[in-house]
T-cell receptor, first 112, second 115 residues
Framework: DAKTTQPNSMESNEEEPVHLPCNHSTISGTDYIHWYRQLPSQGPEYVIHGLTSNVNNRMASLAIAEDRKSSTLILHRATLRDAAVYYCILQGAAGNNRKLIWGLGTSLAVNP | ETGVTQSPTHLIKTRGQQVTLRCSSQSGHNTVSWYQQALGQGPQFIFQYYREEENGRGNFPPRFSGLQFPNYSSELNVNALELDDSALYLC??????????????FGEGSRLTVL
């Protein structure tokens, strides 16, 4: 199973951009990159996913390196509600490879 | 509001007992997966069901079993409970169609404590 590596924790100030890095050097050609976040005492929440091209949605942007061995989740303007654990996960193509392998994630603190 | 509901929200069992956790998937979703999340850890994949058949399993022993019903609701059963089974159990549903990667919608989880 391909693994991801993220910093244990990061800190940001409210209304500033946040760049959350993820390394996935063993990614295979068909693996998708997913990001989820988990607020305290809640189930995980989908943020964004992509394969090769950069992706944008209402929550965030995902920048994927050209060699796909790393990616960055970008929160354009952090709010206090963005304080959560952010997980970068790879998902394979089919069958058992579709399962998501979660690491420890990055705990993001947002200062007012 | 994700639409995925789990019950019970909290429960306490003793070692050796059996437990059944339930999940109601989001409307229109045909796939459900279950995760175990120990305190301070990321979720660990237990298994996944697609159209009532298991189609993926993580590194969990056979005493962890599941069912998916025709209405796509699901159960997770754990037999012979051990102290290490204490965790938050998360259910996630999604709509799988062809090769598309769809997001998972998680419930709030069932917190199991084994004494």
């Amino acid at each position: 199973d391909a693994k991801t590596t993220q910093p244990n924790s990061m800190e940001s100030n409210e209304e500033e951009p946040v760049h959350l890095p993820c390394n996935h050097s063993t990614i295979s050609g068909t693996d998708y990159i997913h990001w989820y976040r988990q607020l305290p005492s809640q189930g995980p929440e989908y943020v964004i996913h992509g394969l090769t091209s950069n992706v944008n949605n209402r929550m965030a942007s995902l920048a994927i390196a050209e060699d796909r061995k790393s990616s960055t989740l970008i929160l354009h303007r952090a709010t206090l509600r963005d304080a959560a654990v952010y997980y970068c996960i790879l998902q394979g193509a089919a069958g058992n490879n579709r399962k998501l392998i979660w690491g420890l994630g990055t705990s993001l603190a947002v200062n007012p | 509001e994700t639409g995925v509901t789990q019950s019970p929200t909290h429960l306490i069992k003793t070692r050796g007992q059996q437990v059944t956790l339930r999940c109601s998937s989001q409307s229109g979703h045909n796939t459900v997966s279950w995760y175990q999340q120990a305190l301070g850890q990321g979720p660990q994949f237990i298994f996944q069901y697609y159209r009532e058949e298991e189609n993926g399993r993580g590194n969990f022993p056979p005493r962890f079993s599941g069912l998916q019903f025709p209405n796509y609701s699901s159960e997770l059963n754990v037999n012979a409970l051990e102290l290490d089974d204490s965790a938050l159990y998360l259910c996630a549903s999604s709509l799988v169609s062809g090769g598309a990667r769809r997001e998972l919608f998680f419930g709030e989880g069932s917190r199991l404590t084994v004494l």
